[in-house]
C-alpha cells in the first residue's frame, strides 16, 4: 500500500484544463500540444484519482466559431480508434501516474 503516493503527485480539479507535455504526447492529427481534463474520478485509500481523462488538441476553435469547428472537425477526426485511441489511453496513464483530484 503506498499511502504516501498522493504526496509526489499535483493536485488538480475535476474539469480542470492542464498542459500536456510534449514528450509525454502531442495532438496526432496536426502535432499542436494537449491539454487534459479529468471527468471522472475513483476513491481509493483515501484519495480521489483521475479515472476517466479527456485531450483537447491545443489548436481547439472557440466553440462559438461554426466554421473554424468544422474543418478543425474535419482534420481530426479521422480513425480516431487508430490516431486518437492510442494517445489518450498514454495521457491518462500519464495522468493517473502523477496527479491526483484535490478537491
Ligand atoms: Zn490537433
Not at 500536456?20 to 471527468?39: I, K, Q, T
Not at 466559431?65 to 490516431?83: G, K, N, R, T
Request: proline share 7%; hydrophobic share 35%.
Amino acid at each position: 500500500m503506498e499511502s504516501i503516493g498522493a504526496l509526489k503527485k499535483d493536485g488538480i480539479s475535476m474539469g480542470e484544463l492542464v498542459e500536456v507535455p510534449r514528450d509525454v504526447a502531442v495532438c496526432p492529427y496536426c502535432g499542436s500540444g494537449l491539454f487534459f481534463e479529468v471527468n471522472e474520478a475513483c476513491e481509493e485509500n483515501g484519495y480521489w484519482w483521475p479515472d476517466d481523462v479527456s485531450t483537447h488538441c491545443s489548436d481547439e476553435p472557440p466553440i462559438d466559431d461554426d466554421l473554424q469547428w468544422e474543418a478543425f472537425i474535419s482534420s481530426h477526426s479521422l480513425m480516431p480508434y487508430v490516431y486518437l485511441l492510442p494517445v489518450e489511453n498514454k495521457v491518462r496513464d500519464w495522468v493517473r501516474d502523477n496527479f491526483f483530484i484535490k478537491d
